[in-house]
């Protein structure tokens, strides 16, 4: 009887703690489905801008978005094309701001 109640009790702590752990708080960065969609068509807009613009490689910049916030990443060979990709960015519908980490090669 004792080994059961003291199972029973594991059990129980452990799952408290799974929940708990698992719990929402409000700083969560968490997408919902919606936003996460909307991310990925910003981020596959961006792309496409930057394609069309003959000055910057696509290969060469990593672009990421999380609630509207295009974070442009990689390396380029001048500091030209890092004001272009942040202009180029800011220029996609949907973007709200742009976070630009593009190094100089």
């Known amino acids: 009887m004792k080994n059961v ?14 929940v708990v752990g698992c719990a929402s708080t409000a700083g969560d960065k968490h997408e919902t489905a919606g936003q996460y969609i909307d991310d990925a068509a910003v981020t596959t807009s961006v ?14 910049i990593n672009v990421e978005t999380y609630k509207g916030v295009v974070q442009l990443s ?12 942040t202009t180029v960015a800011r220029s996609v ?7 630009n980490d593009l190094r100089l090669k």
Request: aromatic share 4%.
């Open 47 to 60: 792309k496409a801008a930057i394609v069309k613009e003959p000055s910057l490689k696509v290969a060469e």
């Open 93 to 99: 519908n949907g973007v709200k701001s742009v976070k």
């Open 74 to 85: 990689g390396f380029v060979s001048s500091a030209e094309n890092i004001a272009t990709a």
């Open 5 to 18: 109640k003291f199972a029973t009790t594991l059990i129980a702590a452990l799952m408290l703690t799974t």
